[in-house]
């Protein structure tokens, strides 16, 4: 499985950004969908969960409430829209997709910079 991801940026405080995950190769494998973010110096940090089936979402306590997670699966692609950005969302975000067997695969990551 080969992930991308797409859509970060700089952003002001307040505002929003769409990011794009985009998995090929054995997506049919994939169960869950996720992303992370991770900042110089700290732990890669769980953000959101969306499992395949599409009914259940999780969201990290920091973000609940002004993140969203969805999914396109017949093209193969996830999303976190992210409303009311602080400066404490800025980060390298990474999308993830664990496929049976326990599996985890990640895209590069991508950079959003919210400023204050």
């Known amino acids: 499985v080969q992930l991308v991801e797409s859509g970060g940026g700089l952003v002001q405080a307040g505002g929003s950004l769409r990011l794009s995950c985009a998995a090929s190769?054995?997506?049919?494998?994939?169960?869950?969908m996720e992303w992370f973010r991770q900042v110089p110096g700290k732990e890669r940090e769980f953000v959101s969960r969306?499992?395949?089936?599409?009914?259940?979402?999780t969201y990290a306590d920091s973000v609940q409430g002004r993140f969203t997670i969805a999914g396109d699966l017949p093209k193969n692609m996830w999303y976190l829209q992210m409303n009311s950005l602080k400066p404490e969302d800025t980060a390298v975000y990474y999308c993830a997709a664990t496929v049976g067997g326990g599996t985890t695969y990640w895209g590069q990551g991508t950079q959003v910079t919210v400023s204050s």
């Open positions: 190769g054995r997506t049919f494998h994939i169960f869950t």
């Open positions: 969306l499992t395949r089936s599409g009914v259940t979402t």
